[in-house]
């Protein structure tokens, strides 16, 4: 069974870079496609993008100048990097992951982040 | 992008009694629709798949359905565990995207 963890700052100040690993375990890193999704207070999910174990990369155009994906195989993780935060990307960011042209069957317990000086 | 739209916003029903959730979407989703319950401080749960298909180990008591570009989602029997936030998500076409949610609470 997969399971993921998210690990992160939980505070970040405005301007600057947020970034998130997710650790995946129970299953190798090539077995879905992996993406981050956020959930700001009291609003819905938001797609931020995906990442394949080879690299290759899906990015939500809303946010897709401000964020890069990468993938660690050796270590069976994935990153997030927003650049440039607001108060608007303060959420709860979740990873998940999902086979092609699946739904997501496997999240992360989510992570708090706060984007506050 | 594809906009899901989901409604009600808020739907109060007391424990036995059915409930009915609706979602649209702006475009043909070719069945590629899923719906999520998400209960307060967890992530999100796969309940339902290919728009009709229950995920593993999810009570018959939940069903989908489609017509168009529009879908429902069913408790025909609501228990206590039912009360949640519901979701539901296109993946048909990149960017993913979800609706707005339907919060489901007891009358």
């Known amino acids: 069974q997969v399971q993921l963890q998210e690990s992160g700052p939980g505070l970040v100040k405005p301007s600057e870079t947020l970034s998130l690993t997710c650790s995946v375990s129970?299953?190798?890193?090539?077995?879905?496609?992996w993406s981050w999704i956020r959930q700001p207070p009291g609003k819905g999910l938001e797609w931020i993008g995906h990442i394949f174990y080879d690299g290759s990369t899906n990015y939500n155009p809303s946010l897709k100048s401000r964020v890069t994906l990468s993938v660690d195989t050796s270590k069976n993780q994935f990153s997030l990097k927003l650049s440039s935060v607001t108060a608007a990307d303060t959420a709860v960011y979740y990873c998940g992951g999902n086979m092609w042209g699946s739904p997501f069957d496997v999240w992360g317990q989510g992570t708090v982040i706060t984007v506050s000086s | 992008e594809i906009v899901m739209t989901q409604s009600p916003a808020t739907l109060s029903v007391s424990p036995g009694e059915r409930a009915t959730l609706s979602c649209r979407a702006s475009?043909?989703?070719?069945?590629?629709l899923a719906w999520y319950q998400q209960k307060p401080g967890q992530a999100p749960g796969l309940l339902i798949y290919?728009?009709?298909t229950r995920a593993t180990g999810i009570p018959a008591r939940f069903s989908g359905s489609e017509s168009g570009t529009e879908f429902t989602l069913t408790i025909s029997s609501l228990q206590s565990e039912d009360f949640a936030v519901y979701h539901c998500?296109?993946?048909?076409?990149?960017?993913?995207?979800f609706g707005q949610g339907t919060k489901l609470e007891i009358k």
């Open positions: 290919g728009a009709s």
């Open positions: 129970g299953d190798s890193i090539s077995s879905h496609y």
């Open positions: 998500q296109q993946y048909h076409k990149w960017p993913y995207t």
């Open positions: 475009e043909s989703l070719s069945s590629n």
